[in-house]
């Protein structure tokens, strides 16, 4: 099947199937995971929910080749959630701890719940985001964010022409409203996601491949995060790469 790469802004990586693309993707994961520790000592990963990355969350805990990864000097931290318990099936963390987080060797104090039920969960995750890296920075430097597309161009919990969108000075921002597909959410924002030093964009299946298409569109022309939340990844000083299956990426 011939590839189609779509033109993106950053990288975009084609794999021709879900297989090899976990295994590019996860060879990524440790290659920052690797440099993070060797000139920090840390590593600050954190995880979307969705149905996309949960077969790939499996596969960091069954590959023998993933075994590697530095979990002992790894933090997870979550980009988005849904404002419910743990014990509802929607909870993004419920799926994270399922797949990856129950079954890597990390102690507690390096896992990181969004405190999705708590009063103010936004200003509480970013108190605790804060504590954690030590830096006196304006924006934390995540060093590894996997992100998913929604088939509307969401990114994250960043839906198009939520109020989250407008959010240029909090790490992480609830966004709610007649834009955002309920539950409430909490989300990392722009300046937070587009701070962080990688971005991996994973978007997988023909479904997507119309949103793909329509972002690559989208982006030929200019920019418009409104519309397409999704193209207004735009790391500073960062990568972002898309892993895209050929499905996803159009290949006829
Ligand atoms: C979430 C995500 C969200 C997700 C997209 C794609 O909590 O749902 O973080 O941004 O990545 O909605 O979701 P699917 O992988 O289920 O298509």
């Known amino acids: 099947?011939?590839?189609?790469?779509?033109?993106?802004?950053?990288?975009?990586?084609?794999?021709?199937?879900?297989?090899?693309?976990?295994?590019?993707?996860?060879?990524?994961?440790?290659?920052?995971?690797?440099?993070a520790?060797?000139?920090?000592?840390?590593?600050?990963?954190?995880?979307?929910g969705g149905s996309t990355p949960e077969q790939f969350y499996l596969r960091l805990v069954t590959d023998p080749r993933f075994r590697d990864l530095p979990w002992g000097q790894t933090h997870f931290w979550q980009v988005d959630e849904r404002c419910v318990s743990e014990e509802?099936?929607?909870?993004?963390?419920?799926?994270?701890?399922?797949?990856?987080?129950?079954?890597?060797?990390?102690?507690?104090?390096?896992k990181h719940p969004i405190p999705a039920m708590s009063e103010r969960p936004a200003a509480a995750y970013e108190h605790e985001m804060r504590e954690v890296f030590e830096e006196m920075v304006e924006i934390p430097r995540l060093d590894f964010v996997l992100l998913g597309m929604g088939d509307d161009g969401h990114t994250?919990?960043?839906?198009?022409?939520?109020?989250?969108?407008?959010?240029?000075d909090a790490l992480f921002a609830v966004n709610e409203g007649r834009h955002v597909t309920p539950p409430a959410r909490v989300t990392m924002t722009y300046p937070l996601l587009n701070a962080a030093r990688r971005l991996a964009v994973?978007?997988?299946?023909?479904?997507?491949?119309?949103a793909v298409r329509q972002v690559e569109a989208q982006l030929i022309q200019c920019p418009n995060p409104v519309e397409l939340p999704i193209t207004g990844l735009d790391p500073i000083d960062g990568e972002l790469t898309w892993y895209l299956d050929a499905e996803a990426a159009g290949s006829d």
């Open 1 to 35: 099947m011939p590839t189609h790469v779509p033109q993106l802004t950053g990288r975009v990586h084609v794999a021709p199937d879900r297989d090899e693309l976990y295994d590019d993707l996860g060879s990524a994961l440790l290659q920052a995971a690797r440099q």
């Open 37 to 48: 520790v060797q000139e920090r000592g840390r590593f600050h990963l954190a995880l979307s």
């Open 88 to 110: 509802d099936e929607r909870c993004n963390y419920a799926m994270i701890r399922e797949t990856l987080a129950d079954h890597v060797p990390m102690r507690h104090r390096q």
């Open 156 to 168: 994250a919990s960043l839906f198009p022409h939520s109020p989250a969108l407008r959010e240029h």
């Open 202 to 210: 994973l978007v997988t299946g023909g479904k997507k491949a119309e």
